[in-house]
């Protein structure tokens, strides 16, 4: 059974016979997969199942890069839109979300869908609709450009306003100040996401909450974490995609909480061996995306490299899982059948 480490635990032991501190890696946990991406990722495998090759992904299934080629090799198309799924093809929208626009446009060219949002990011679609249906003015605290926001941002584009910095608030215009409220895409910074809560607050006091918190348990539990093993390491390694916005975000968190120095890499092979030099203690995380196989990698490199086997410290258990899209739970009851 293992716990989060003391602060005691956290200083790096002192090897008495070499007069120096011993060498030591710490995992956090939780880490990698949530719930979603696992939903996510088993979609497409139990539609290359059940349907075979190919099967075309609206965007990456996942923001993860060896996700996506391991997929890919088994027969997935990724693409970036619709037009290049030729009709009446089978289509999986990725664990961000789409608009509606993007469902109205696959059904009028026949295309069949399997849709795995991820429940959680469902969820902000429907508050998004819940407050458009209000009149309520939507304050969307955001990355621009990122499918979730520009999934969420569909569903009442007229209502939705961008936010995507705190000190964005400032400039922003409101219809009616007593009539607005907040939603966030899930994947972001806790810290930087209610201190743009806070100031959209002092700006307009009467701001409507959603109605129960949008940034994800994944998020919160992973940026935890890297906090508890961060100010004890020399060195954080983040496993996780350039595109990954939770994965470059632990890289900050984990600064933020005192590593003397941190990156990401997307697996072991761009451990930059300079890193090393110098290094007692190695924290070691990865991205709500990231299959384990990448961390246990890094823990080999590291193995290689005169470092001892791990320690975890784990902050919480995380036991929710979410079921698959009706459409593969309907094919797997026929096919039964």
């Not at 961000?96 to 902000?124: Q, Y």
């Not at 939507?138 to 910095?165: D, K, N, Q, R, S």
């Not at 590593?259 to 030099?277: F, G, N, S, V, Y």
Request: aromatic letters at 4%.
């Amino acid at each position: 059974m293992t716990t989060p480490l003391t602060p005691d635990q956290q200083a790096a032991p002192v090897d008495q016979t070499a007069g120096a501190p011993a060498k030591r890696v710490v995992v956090a946990a939780p880490r990698g997969y949530c719930a979603g991406v696992d939903r996510a990722v088993q979609t497409v495998e139990k539609a290359l199942d059940a349907y075979g090759s190919p099967i075309y992904v609206r965007k990456q299934i996942v923001h993860n890069k060896f996700v996506v080629e391991t997929l890919s090799a088994r027969g997935a198309i990724f693409v970036d839109e619709l037009d290049e799924v030729p009709d009446g093809s089978m289509v999986i929208f990725s664990a961000h979300g789409v608009s509606p626009a993007v469902k109205a446009d696959a059904a009028e060219r026949g295309l069949r869908t399997i849709d795995a949002t991820c429940p959680l990011v469902t969820k902000v679609h429907h508050e998004a609709k819940r407050f458009a249906n209000q009149d309520v003015q939507i304050l969307l605290i955001g990355h621009g450009g990122h499918e979730e926001v520009e999934g969420t941002a569909g569903e009442a584009p007229e209502h939705i306003t961008l936010v995507e910095h705190p000190e964005d608030v400032d400039g922003l215009e409101v219809a009616d100040p007593s009539r607005v409220a907040w939603l966030s895409q899930t994947t972001l910074s806790v810290d930087e996401t209610m201190e743009t809560v806070d100031r959209l607050r002092a700006r307009f006091p009467q701001l409507i909450d959603p109605p129960s918190d949008d940034i994800c348990y994944a998020t919160q539990n992973r940026q935890s974490a890297v906090k508890e093993i961060a100010a004890g390491s020399d060195l954080v390694i983040v496993v996780g995609s350039a595109n990954s916005s939770n994965s470059v975000r632990l890289v900050e968190v984990a600064l933020e909480a005192g590593a003397k120095t941190a990156h990401r890499i997307d697996q072991a092979d761009e451990i930059d061996p300079a890193w090393l030099e110098g290094v007692n203690t190695v924290g070691i995380t990865s991205g709500a995306s990231v299959p384990e196989v990448l961390v246990q990698g890094v823990l080999e490199y590291l193995g290689e490299q005169g470092f001892p086997p791990a320690e975890q410290a784990r902050l919480v258990e995380e036991n929710l899982t979410f079921a698959l899209p009706h459409e593969l739970r309907s094919a797997r009851r026929a096919a039964r059948d």
